[in-house]
Structure formats: C-alpha cells, structure tokens
C-alpha cells in the first residue's frame, strides 16, 4: 500500500511480480532446511554404501521422505515464526504485567504440557514400541505401546513443573545450582534402583531419552520467550539472560515423571521372562494386561512367537490351537480382532508369513488353497505405501498437537489477558503452515529418517560380526533337493551348498535345512555380510563404530540451527569471551563423544547407570567450580543438541543396532548425547574465565 492524500492505497501486484517477490524468500528458508538436513543424511548414505558396502534399500521412498522432511521443516519452521512464537512472546511479556503469579505458575504449567504433544519428535516414541517384545522387557512394552499416550502425558506433566519451576525461580531470582544438585541425585538414585529391577531397568532409557525428545524446535523458543518476559518484569537488570535454566529442568524433569509411571505400572506386569513362559496359561493375566483385549495378545502371539511358545495360549493342547486358527478363516469378527483386518488376504498373509503347515492348512481350508496362497502372497521385505492411510494418520496428529496448543494460547491472551491477537491473518497463516509442516515432517520421518536411521543401524554392526540382510531376503519356489552339493573344509569337515540364479547371476548359496518347507517346496535365503574389520567383535571393527558415531553427532550437532543461535547469544552475554565458534565446536565435540559412548552402551550391552554416573558426578563438580552465568549456558546447551532431525536418527539408530546385536531395547543414546556437551562446555568455560581473570590481573598489575 501506498500513502496518496492522508490515506493509505492498496498497491495491486500481477501474479508474476508477486512470485518473484515470494519465490526467493521461499527459496532462502527451503535451503536453510536443506543445509540442516543434507550433510547428515550424505554422509549416513555414503557410509553405508563405502564403508559398509551395501545397498540403500528402498533408496526411492527414504529419498522421497527426505525431500519432504525438507518441505515440511520449511512450513513448520515458518509456521513458528508467524503464529506460535509471537503468540508466545507477546503472553510472555503481558502474563507478568496483567497477573499475579499464580495464574503464570498455572499457566506455565498447562504450556509445558502443550508444547510437548506438538514437538515433532515426540511421536518417535511411538515407532519405537513396535521394535520391542513383549515377554523381553513386559513394562517397556506396554509404555511405548498401550499406554503411549499416558507417556505423552506424563513426558508432558515433566515438562510442565519444569516450566513452572523455572518460573519459581524467575520470580524469586534462585540458582538454578540447588535444582541441578536435587534433580540429578534423584535422578541417578531412581536409575541406579532400575538397575536392581528388570522391567525398570529396560525403562531407563527412555526415561533419559524422553529429556532430550521434550527439548525441540517448539518447546525451547516458547518456553524460552515466557522465561525472557518474566525476568524482564522481576529482575532490576532487565534480565536479557534470565531464560536461560529452563530448558535444562525441561530436560531434566521428565525424566523422574517417566520413572515414575513406570513405578506405578510395575505391579502390573510380569517379569521379563521367555516367550513360551509368557504365553503360559499361569501368566495370562497379566500378559493380558498389556494389551487392550486377549484377542490383541492372541494376534500378537500368533505374529511374533514361535510355534512351540504359542501352544501355550492353548496349555499345549494342539487340537485346540488348530480349531481356534481355522476359527479365523470362517470368522471374520474374530479374523478383525485378532490380525487387524478382517480381509482374506490379511489371513493369507498371516498364514504364509508366520503360520506352520498345519496351521496354514486349517486357516484356509486345504493344501491345494494353501498352495494357491503360496503362489500369490507376497511375504517379503519390500515396502509398500498406503498413500491415504499415511496422510490421515500423520495429518490427524498434526492436528491432535498443534490445534489445543494454539486454541489454549489465543484463550489466554483474549480472556486471561484481554488483549487483541497480534495480525489475526498471520496468526492464521501461521497455524496453517505448522499444521501441513508437522504432518509433512511426521510423513517424512517415517519414510525417510526414520527408515534410514534403522538401515544404517541394523548394518553397522557388520563392522565387527555376521549379519543377515534380511531386506535381500529371496525366496526359491519349486526346489529340488538333488542340486544339493557337498564341500570338505580343510579340517575334513563338510558343508553343503547349491547355485542359484539371482538378478541374472550364478550365486553359490549355503544349505540350511531349517529354511526348507517341505509341503511348499519353497526355499528362504538370506544374504550374510561381514564381518568388514577383522574378526567376530575384533578391536578394527569396533573402532569403526566408535568412529562412525562420533563423527555422525559432531555433523548432525553443527547443522542444528538452534546451536547457532546459541553461539550468538552466549558471545554477546560473554561479552565475546566465550565465542560462538568456540561454543558450537565444543557442544559438538560433546555430542559426537556422547553418541559414540551410548552406541557402545548397545553393543555391549552396558547397563545405562554406567554410562551416565561417571560423567554426571565430574558434573556436580564442575557445576560447583562454575559461575551461574556458564552453569546456565553449559546446562542448557544439551538442549539444543537434540533437534527435530537428530532425534529421529539416533531413536532409530539405536533400535537398529540393537536388533542386530540381540539386546532387548537400544535406547540411551540420547542421554549420553545429551550429558558429554554439558561436561565439554563447562570445561571449557572454566578454563575461559580462568584465562579471563589471568588477562584481568595482568592489566591491573
């Protein structure tokens, strides 16, 4: 608009001058996401490839999920900036002038539950569940499955007192000293208690992980804004520094909330026991009790046990497991609640994939339909879209996490606070995006990040020991045991083999009788990799590993936007002392030492309490040697390390090593990741101000 005779005149734009005015803007924040993402995601494909030396699979749908994740970052990001954080910011400023700090402890309280629904990575969780076995580690199955909803809650209730501690302590000016020296000693006490109690023990680390899930691109700029406001208003030097502390209790609380919805589940689960006892008529009860109803556990024992241990459900009465599995073929009510889908060819698939001969039988009726099914199943690994399910169910979380969020903030700054909203258009504008930027990013994370995070984990281990490649998984109909060859090894021992046909060339393929079906004919090969480095669990290929995680936190960290903003702040608030560069390398050094520690907490399957005491106790220490300024600086710098693209890759990393090195459940990488940085930046701050007051003295002298 334009300014003619004291009025303002609307200025109209052809559609090409308004492209060319968006179109670069557009252009600058898709690249910032893409500089975010690209040197992560480059250097986890290439290592794969060369290092590891084997194929991307599905390398079409993970580089879909990326160029999405790209996309939806973009929206999100720009969806922050025009509708949250000026919502934010303008509450944070108004909410200490216009109230009494009761109604900001109540408000602090509901925005830290808020923000955790709507930050990106929260829904990682959720994913992970599918990776662990219920008779493995029974209370860490049903939190991340069943009750992953009340972890939401919980992980957000955590967030929640910490913000209205952080507040607390606004208000009356406290350390955030005596917080940490509270909050990590009980903290450590409920871990080193795990350690002792086995369900607990497979909690621990999602208890720790869920600190640094909770401290995203939505919680820490909100949080952050409400922190700067309060300060500003009870502080006498303005208080530019007071947001800083928050984020750490953030981190910091959800974790004792999380152990404690586990204290209270834990009577009512069993031990972590074998399948076979698990599916045992003496446990039902409670095996019952981790799922919504004795047809899920009947479904879920039928997917995932073996033969033997199903006979359980029956007390071993095979004429019973029989009548029941051929129940499912004539009843589709039942078929639905026990396998999900009431269709034939869930049946077919269930059959084919995971049942035995006798029951595939009594599912479908015959041999010959049994047959049929054979030819026309596909049970392999290849991955397949459903294109509407995947943009429903991603597109109504998105709108589960962001709309309370936003519906609560426009309540209180109209009712609580009676102020108008701040450009009602751009508010609106705002919401829109981060609602297609969420759903776009959770789409993408699931296709690509997610996926890929889980490759390249699963693979890593042929660094040190065999591996089955089980996405090459190939499957021979019609074989004829007479190419069955022998060898002799030079011991006189023998092997047998045969050649194969596959992808158009001749492959020598070990024979395994156990992965021949006699009454189908069919043979299952799956390739074997590795060990790359030496031998079975040898120090070269170990060191690969280590290698490989440090360098993959150190880039991951550095392309972290919230770590440059930082760096900014902390060399104003320093007054150049503690420079940005300085800050960003030492948290990523941190970061990368962190993810390399917690990948060998999974290999060797290190009980977590072990991993963080040690550095935790030089914390306090180095907390107590520290001025306020670097305690607060250095704590929360742990916060920043855990962003939207960091977190998924490390939760699915870790899932992967873990399937393939036989431990129930790969968490904790996080929680390493997330103390090292802390330790790195207080160091360092140490021995800055320790140089600092050298230069002071010698000026003086």
Not at 339 to 364: F, H, M, P, Y
Not at 396 to 408: G, N, T
Not at 528 to 545: D, N, R, S
Request: aromatic share 8%; charged share 15%; with cysteine.
């Amino acid at each position: 608009m334009k300014e003619a005779a004291g009025k303002l005149e609307r200025v109209h734009l052809s559609l090409k001058e308004k492209v060319n005015l968006v179109l670069p803007y557009v252009g600058r924040k898709i690249m910032e996401q893409i500089k975010a993402v690209a040197l992560i995601v480059v250097y986890l494909v290439l290592f794969q490839v060369v290092a590891l030396r084997i194929p991307i699979a599905d390398a079409a749908i993970i580089a879909s999920g990326i160029a999405v994740i790209v996309l939806g970052l973009a929206f999100f990001m720009e969806g922050l900036f025009l509708g949250l954080m000026p919502l934010g910011e303008t509450i944070g400023i108004r909410l200490p002038q216009k109230t009494k700090l009761p109604v900001i402890l109540i408000f602090s309280f509901i925005l830290g539950v808020g923000v955790t629904f709507a930050e990106p990575a929260i829904g990682v969780l959720q994913v992970a569940g599918s990776f662990i076995k219920a008779w493995n580690a029974p209370l860490l199955f049903v939190v991340l499955n069943k009750y992953a909803m009340l972890l939401k809650i919980t992980v957000g209730a955590g967030v929640g007192l910490a913000v209205l501690a952080g507040m607390l302590r606004f208000f009356y000016n406290w350390s955030l000293k005596p917080f940490l020296y509270i909050g990590v000693p009980v903290t450590m006490a409920l871990s080193i208690w795990a350690t002792f109690e086995p369900n607990l023990a497979y909690l621990s680390g999602v208890a720790w992980d869920c600190g640094g899930v909770t401290t995203g691109p939505v919680t820490v700029p909100l949080v952050l804004a409400l922190g700067i406001g309060v300060s500003r208003m009870t502080s006498k030097d303005g208080g530019e520094a007071g947001g800083f502390g928050v984020v750490t209790l953030a981190s910091l609380f959800p974790i004792v909330t999380v152990f404690l919805l586990g204290i209270i589940l834990l009577p009512s689960v069993p031990a972590p026991m074998d399948q076979k006892a698990f599916l045992a008529s003496e446990n039902r009860a409670k095996a019952v009790a981790l799922f919504d109803s004795e047809d899920a556990l009947f479904g879920y024992a039928l997917r995932n046990a073996s033969i033997e241990a199903q006979s359980g459900l029956w007390d071993g009465d095979k004429t019973a497991m029989l009548s029941y599995v051929a129940k499912l073929g004539s009843d589709e009510g039942l078929r639905t609640r026990v396998l999900g889908k009431g269709d034939t060819a869930t049946l077919e698939r269930w059959a084919i994939g995971n049942g035995s001969q006798e029951q595939r039988v009594a599912a479908l009726g015959s041999e010959e339909a049994v047959r049929a099914a054979v030819a026309r199943v596909d049970v392999s690994n290849s991955s397949s879209l459903d294109l509407p399910d995947l943009l429903a169910r991603n597109g109504a979380a998105a709108v589960q996490a962001i709309l309370p969020l936003v519906i609560f903030l426009v309540f209180v700054l109209a009712v609580v606070l009676r102020e108008k909203l701040p450009h009602p258009d751009q508010l609106f504008i705002g919401v829109v995006f981060a609602l297609i930027g969420m759903g776009l990013f959770s789409i993408g994370i699931e296709l690509g990040l997610s996926k890929l995070g889980n490759q390249v984990g699963s693979k890593l281990p042929s660094t040190f020991k065999r591996i089955e490649l089980t996405e090459q998984q190939t499957t021979i109909s019609g074989f004829d045991k007479s190419i069955i060859q022998t060898a002799v090894n030079p011991d006189g021992s023998t092997v047998q083999f045969f050649y194969a046909n596959l992808n158009d060339a001749y492959v020598q393929v070990p024979w395994d009788e156990k992965r021949f079906e006699d009454s189908t004919g069919r043979y299952q090969y799956v390739p074997t990799h590795g060990p790359l480095y030496g031998e079975t669990m040898g120090v070269g290929g170990i060191l690969v590993v280590i290698f490989f995680a440090f360098v993959m936190g150190f880039g991951a960290t550095l392309a972290e936007p919230a770590l440059n903003a930082l760096g900014q702040t902390v060399e104003v608030l320093t007054v150049g002392a503690f420079r940005k560069s300085l800050l960003m390398q030492t948290v990523a050094i941190g970061v990368g030492i962190g993810i390399a520690v917690g990948v060998m907490k999974i290999v060797f399957d290190i009980p977590l309490i072990f991993i963080l005491a040690p550095p935790y106790a030089v914390l306090m220490l180095l907390t107590k040697l520290s001025s306020e300024e670097f305690v607060n600086i250095g704590w929360d710098s742990a916060g920043v390390t855990t962003g939207p693209i960091t977190v998924p890759l490390v939760l699915a990393m870790g899932l992967g090593i873990s399937t393939q090195v036989g431990v129930v459940e790969g968490f904790g990488i996080l929680a390493a990741a997330s103390a090292f940085p802390i330790l790195a930046v207080l160091a360092v701050g140490l021995v800055t101000n320790s140089k600092k007051k050298a230069l002071l003295e010698a000026a003086g002298a």
